[in-house]
């Protein structure tokens, strides 16, 4: 994400929407009321008035709207505003919807940004560029590929076949690893191309097997690759290696594995009983104790009041404020621990009874 333009006076933001996860950071910072614009397409109301509307032509103008709803629509890579026009050539007070994609600039006035949406737009600016890495959870029979990209985790592909067991006469077993493999390393050659860095990952010995050919088919690719022992393969494969702590170096730069690491902490830190908060109670505690070092919020909070109070007096300490997609595997485990967690600067013993959601 990058700042074209800022206005402190008006809190008007120019933004240009560099990746997947800018669509996501965009659709959460824009909330009901707030002013929206970009250069769209629309009907020509001039056009004479026997043409049937859905043949009228459409012209490329810039609007500004009222937002009253937002979609993002993660799988195709767009978010929608919907919400009357309040600026442009025309239809001024008639609905419209914006249609964001990457590479997209739009205009968000938001003169009060709270804490959270302020810490997301923080962290959009300073991702900027974010690099893509290819991460292939493999195993015999099954294996998943998908690419990381800052928040975006998108699936590339699963490959599941059935493999003769090595009983088998006729050598029909080693056809089948040799098909397989040979396979996987076309599919990971062909996706690794443009990326900064491919995982291979599994808990067998055919990611090895596989780094072998991949060095032999492209050398281009042997730089890239980094070998990750998980204990399972495919997509769990996948979301084993973004929480683990081992994965860091090798997945550095995109925040999803940032935000599945951040999690696994907190929930580490829960088994020992006292390095970890969660719900507000406990995180309220941590935090007027000067003990919360990384306050995890879920995104559903982001305009929750008694949050956003939790969340000034948390930078006021000094601690880092880390928003958390609830519709990721992390965020999911964060919601059942109440939506919002801390990890702590040190042991500390709660006073506020036995752990709730609050």
Do not use: C
């Amino acid at each position: 994400m990058r700042l074209i333009h800022r206005d402190p006076s008006t809190g008007r933001l120019r933004l240009r929407l560099d990746t997947a996860s800018d669509l996501w950071r965009i659709a959460r910072l824009v909330r009901r009321g707030d002013r929206v614009g970009a250069s769209t397409t629309r009907r020509d109301p001039e056009a004479p008035a026997e043409v049937p509307g859905a043949e009228r032509s459409r012209r490329r103008v810039y609007l500004e709207i009222r937002a009253e709803a937002v979609e993002f629509h993660g799988f195709t890579q767009h978010v929608r505003i919907t919400g009357p026009i309040v600026d442009g050539p025309f239809d001024i007070g008639r609905h419209h919807t914006l249609d964001l994609e990457e590479g997209d600039e739009v205009i968000l006035v938001k003169p009060d940004l709270t804490f959270g949406e302020n810490a997301l737009l923080s962290e959009g600016l300073q991702h900027h560029g974010d690099p893509t890495i290819l991460v292939a959870a493999v195993d015999w029979g099954d294996s998943a590929l998908a690419r990381i990209r800052g928040r975006s985790v998108e699936p590339v592909a699963e490959v599941r076949r059935t493999i003769a067991g090595k009983q088998y006469d006729g050598g029909q077993s080693e056809k089948d690893r040799a098909t397989y493999s040979a396979e996987l390393v076309q599919l990971i050659a062909r996706e690794g191309k443009e990326v900064a860095a491919v995982a291979l990952a599994g808990p067998g010995f055919l990611k090895e097997r596989l780094a072998e050919a991949l060095r032999a088919a492209d050398p281009s690719i042997a730089a890239k690759l980094k070998l990750l022992p998980t204990a399972e393969a495919g997509r769990a494969g996948i979301d084993e290696l973004l929480r683990s702590g081992r994965a860091a170096e090798a997945l550095r730069g995109a925040v999803a594995a940032e935000e599945a690491d951040l999690v696994e902490r907190l929930v580490q830190g829960l088994a020992g009983g006292t390095r970890s908060a969660v719900g507000l109670a406990e995180v309220t505690e941590a935090v007027d104790a000067g003990a919360a070092e990384t306050v995890l919020l879920s995104d559903r909070l982001l305009t929750d009041p008694t949050a956003q109070g939790i969340l000034e007096r948390a930078q006021s300490a000094r601690a880092r404020l880390f928003v958390v997609r609830e519709e990721s595997d992390a965020g999911r485990r964060l919601a059942a621990l109440g939506r919002i967690g801390a990890l702590l600067r040190y042991d500390w013993t709660r006073s506020v009874g036995p752990r709730g959601r609050g």
